[in-house]
């Protein structure tokens, strides 16, 4: 009899959960509909026909993009992506992974004989988001899969709808973060050294840090030693890391707030029952850790302050084989690819140049497409 019992209640409750879980999906695809979308973005579209590209079915790569687009200030920007991150899920070794792609990055701008920086090849003119993905694919071999891009007012809503996020602030960045415009309005300027919370805004003006000094003139520095765009990109990394992992214990409850906060912000080509798939996913995968790469890595590029690329209007950063000082992203775009598709998380990532042995004993049983 109280078998009985037990498994009708079971029954009930199980029925029960199945319809609130489908009503949360239904609530949470209505709000997904808020999210903008433009068909002239939609990179599957894209002509990559001659660029040799690489892709893995259980590999998901997505471009992040951050736009500084803004008129809050009094002023109107033109917007250029200062954000480029490609996130991967990597389901076939579990992993989720960030790497920066930093803006001063020098490349050959797809469609456009000059190399500039790559944050300038998504300019309207040479054919917006479209050119800047191809010019990744050209510089990189990366295939993504679709894009998310969000705005300045879009990522100080999505910080203060998850409750602010900690960092950890040393002694320069506080005493820049608490006189620089980065932070807009005074009372937000309240920065200490050491670990701290902090709102949507402050978040920003922390993640825009590049070439600051604090008051007595000292470079900026981040905690593990990084000064100017090396120090924003992981600024960066640090603080996407952070929302993850506050918003992974969060209920579905919390995840629709953030949702209502922060979808009119969003761009994106990925189609509702894909963003839902994806999010499925990242939860079966039960991880708790994204690691990081920058690009270019460390050894293969050199500074470039003698406007030796006049396009590229000043200082930038020059991919190199790290022999020659030459234009050369081919050892950058190896590094790329050994992070995304063979990196499984075990050990710290160290890039390995091709055809040497360590590289040749990481091969195992990849199979990854190779497309162009």
Not at 339 to 365: C, I, L, N, W
């Amino acid at each position: 009899m109280w078998k009985k019992i037990l498994l009708g209640i079971l029954v009930v409750l199980s029925a029960t959960v199945g319809f609130l879980v489908a009503k949360a999906q239904v609530t949470f695809e209505g709000k997904l509909n808020r999210i903008n979308r433009d068909p002239n973005t939609e990179l599957s579209s894209v002509d990559l026909s001659g660029i040799h590209v690489e892709s893995d079915d259980k590999i998901v790569n997505i471009l992040l993009l951050g736009d500084d687009y803004r008129t809050y200030d009094g002023s109107t920007s033109p917007g250029l992506n200062d954000v480029i991150l490609i996130g991967t899920m990597d389901l076939k070794h579990g992993t989720l992974k960030l790497t920066s792609i930093m803006r001063d990055t020098l490349v050959d701008v797809a469609g456009q004989d000059t190399k500039m920086k790559i944050n300038a090849s998504g300019k309207k003119e040479y054919g917006g988001l479209n050119n800047l993905y191809k010019t990744i694919a050209q510089n990189f071999n990366i295939k993504v899969d679709g894009y998310a891009e969000v705005g300045f007012k879009g990522f100080e809503q999505a910080i203060d709808a998850v409750g602010g996020v900690e960092v950890e602030l040393t002694e320069t960045e506080a005493a820049y973060l608490n006189k620089t415009n980065y932070v807009r309005h005074k009372e937000n300027r309240k920065f200490k050294v050491g670990k701290q919370t902090v709102n949507g805004a402050q978040a920003l003006g922390y993640c825009r840090i590049r070439k600051g000094k604090d008051v007595l003139g000292t470079p900026v520095v981040t905690i593990n030693g990084l000064t100017d765009d090396y120090g924003r990109t992981w600024r960066q990394r640090t603080v996407i890391t952070a929302v993850f992992d506050k918003m992974k214990t969060q209920p579905i409850s919390k995840w629709m707030e953030v949702a209502d906060n922060v979808l009119d912000n969003v761009k994106t080509d990925l189609d509702n029952d894909t963003i839902i798939q994806y999010m499925k996913q990242v939860v079966q995968m039960g991880t708790t850790e994204i690691y990081q790469l920058q690009i270019p890595v460390e050894g293969y590029f050199r500074d470039d302050k003698s406007n030796e690329f006049p396009d590229a209007q000043g200082w930038s950063l020059v991919p190199t084989n790290g022999i020659s000082r030459d234009f050369d992203p081919s050892c950058n775009s190896e590094a790329l690819r050994q992070f995304v598709f063979k990196y499984d998380g075990k050990g710290e990532f160290q890039y390995t140049p091709k055809g040497t042995a360590a590289e040749e004993s990481t091969e195992g049983d990849e199979e990854i497409d190779e497309q162009g």
